[in-house]
C-alpha cells in the first residue's frame, strides 16, 4: 500500500496564479484533510472531509478550496495565489468516527508564491 | 488557535540520555496524540492516550496525561541519533469531530 500521496512535490506560483494539490489514500479511509504548516508553528487545518462528497471547514480556510468527489482523493485548490500562501502543505487521512483515531500523512508539498 | 503548547521548543542532548517533552492544553479532550516529523518529511503518529488513561508505554517511548492540569509529557530512554525530530502533540476532542490540534512542536536534536 502506498498509504498517503500527495501530487505534486513542489511548486513556486507567481502572484495570482491558481493551482490544485492532489491527495490520494488507499486505505479506504473516510477523513481526509489538509494542513499548512508555517516556520515554528504546528499544523494548521485548512479544510476537511467527513465522507465522499462532503468538506467543511477548519481553522484558517480562506484563500482556498477543496473537493472530494471520490472517496480516496481529495483536491485541495488555489483560486489566486498570494506570497502568505508559501508554505508546506500536508495531507493527512483517518479511519474516521471512532474518536479515537491515528491520522496518517503524506510526506508534503512545498509551495512558493513570488 | 492552537490547543497544545509545548515546551521545550528545542532540546539538544548525547545519546543514550533520556529526553523528556512536555504538553499542555487549554480545553477538555477525549485523547492526546503524539507526532514525529523527521526533517523534510510529514508526521508520523506515535503513541495515543485516552483522557481515562494516565500512562502508556510503547517501545523506548512513555507518555503521561494528567488531566487535572491538563498536560501531557513524552519521554524517550535511551535516545539515539535516529531520535532527532520535531515531536508534535494533538489534542482531539468529540466536539471536534475527529480534527485533531495541534501545538508547536519540540525539535529534538540526539548527538552522537
Known amino acids: 500500500n502506498a498509504g498517503v500521496t500527495q501530487t505534486p512535490k513542489f511548486r513556486v506560483l507567481k502572484t495570482g496564479q491558481s493551482m490544485t494539490l492532489l491527495c490520494a489514500q488507499d486505505?479506504?479511509?473516510?477523513?481526509m484533510y489538509w494542513y499548512r504548516q508555517d516556520p515554528g508553528m504546528g499544523l494548521r487545518l485548512i479544510h476537511y472531509?467527513?465522507?465522499?462528497?462532503?468538506?467543511a471547514k477548519g481553522e484558517v480556510p480562506d484563500g482556498y478550496n477543496v473537493s472530494r468527489l471520490k472517496k480516496q482523493n481529495f483536491l485541495l485548490g488555489l483560486e489566486s495565489a498570494a506570497p502568505s500562501q508559501t508554505s508546506v502543505y500536508f495531507c493527512?487521512?483517518?479511519?474516521?468516527?471512532?474518536?479515537?483515531?491515528?491520522?496518517?500523512f503524506g510526506p508534503g508539498t512545498r509551495l512558493t508564491v513570488l | 488557535s492552537q490547543q497544545g503548547e509545548e515546551d521545550p521548543q528545542a532540546l539538544s542532548i548525547q545519546e543514550g540520555e533520556n529526553a523528556t517533552m512536555n504538553c499542555s492544553y487549554k480545553?477538555?479532550?477525549?485523547?492526546l496524540q503524539w507526532y514525529r516529523q523527521n526533517s523534510g518529511r510529514g508526521l508520523v503518529h506515535l503513541i495515543l492516550?485516552?483522557?481515562?488513561?494516565r500512562e502508556k508505554h510503547s517501545g523506548r517511548l512513555r507518555v503521561t496525561l494528567d488531566t487535572s492540569k491538563k498536560s501531557s509529557s513524552l519521554l524517550i530512554t535511551a535516545s539515539r541519533a535516529a531520535d532527532t525530530a520535531s515531536y508534535f502533540c494533538a489534542t482531539e476532542r468529540w466536539s471536534q469531530g475527529g480534527k485533531l490540534i495541534f501545538g508547536q512542536g519540540t525539535e529534538l536534536s540526539v548527538k552522537p
Open positions: 480545553t477538555s479532550i477525549n485523547n
Open positions: 486505505m479506504n479511509h473516510e477523513y
Open positions: 493527512a487521512s483517518s479511519p474516521g468516527g471512532t474518536g479515537y483515531d491515528e491520522q496518517f
Open positions: 472531509s467527513v465522507g465522499e462528497g462532503t468538506t
Open positions: 492516550i485516552r483522557s481515562n488513561e
